[in-house]
């Protein structure tokens, strides 16, 4: 009969049934892989196995170059062309916004030493588009409408001659201006200082007050109506034009107790002959 085992202090419990292996007789070598859970020297983690093909996943961290960051983006910065067109036009807009206003101011100042040594350069720059003037801040305003007429005679194939109606350009000038956000000069402001300076230099006969100047401004206003009448009218070769204006009040406003007439009044100038040479340039 089998008698149950007595554990004895000091003693080391007894040996399992069965064979049991000794530690010094565990072969041991390269290659040799320890039992699990057992660390290699310094307690690392064992190398994986150099049978794991690629792409065995390896329980734990495994060492690997640190992880590449993203350099951050260079800061902007401008070219020699840009830098130099930026220069330049920080120079050339304070220097042209100076000589704008000095130039203005010249022209509307008193008469002095500079503007009169200056009137030239000034005037060049100032008219037409630049043009200054009181009468908008006059104590009587204008209160007319001036509109410039023109007609012209015509010679027929068989020699005759035929005086045409008369042709409303300030009412063309009018209709050109008329919804558009950027009128240019020439419908605003060619004809009528045309007849302006016209007016101006000659008696209401058409006799020049200013000599020779005076038959200047006549050729100037006759071309610019010629430039609007052409060549030809209706066919027939243009040989003379007449010029009027029509000066009529503007009309009361209805809350106003003031009453005038609006009918025109006309200012007629003689008849001019025209020539091939009054359309050189046109």
Known sequence: MEQPSRAVPGQPDAAPDGPVEHPAARPSGPGTPDPPGTTGAAGAPDAPDASEGPGTPVAGPVAGPAAEVPAAPAGRTWSAPALAVLCLVAVLLPT???????????????????????????????????????????????????????????????????????????????????????????????????????????????????????????????????????????????????????????APPPWSAEKWSTAPSYREAPWWPVTDEDYTGL
């Open 96 to 250: 042209a916004a100076a000589w704008h206003l000095a130039a203005v101011f010249l022209h509307v100042a008193p008469s002095n030493s500079v503007s009169q040594r200056y009137q030239k350069d000034v005037d060049a720059w100032v008219y037409p588009e630049f043009e200054q003037n009181w009468k908008l801040f006059a104590p009587n305003p204008l209160q007319q409408n001036i509109a410039v007429e023109a007609r012209v005679k015509t010679l027929g194939p068989d020699g005759s001659h035929h005086t045409g109606d008369w042709i409303g350009l300030t009412a063309q000038d009018a209709a050109a201006i008329r919804h558009n956000p950027a009128p240019g000069h020439v419908e605003q402001n060619l004809l009528r200082r045309a007849w302006d300076v016209y007016s101006d230099s000659h008696d209401d006969k058409g006799a020049s007050t200013q000599g020779p100047r005076g038959d200047l401004l006549q050729e100037y206003l006759k071309r610019v109506v010629l430039q609007r009448v052409g060549r030809e009218r209706h066919g027939e070769q243009v040989i003379e034009v007449q010029v009027r204006s029509a000066t009529s009040n503007v």
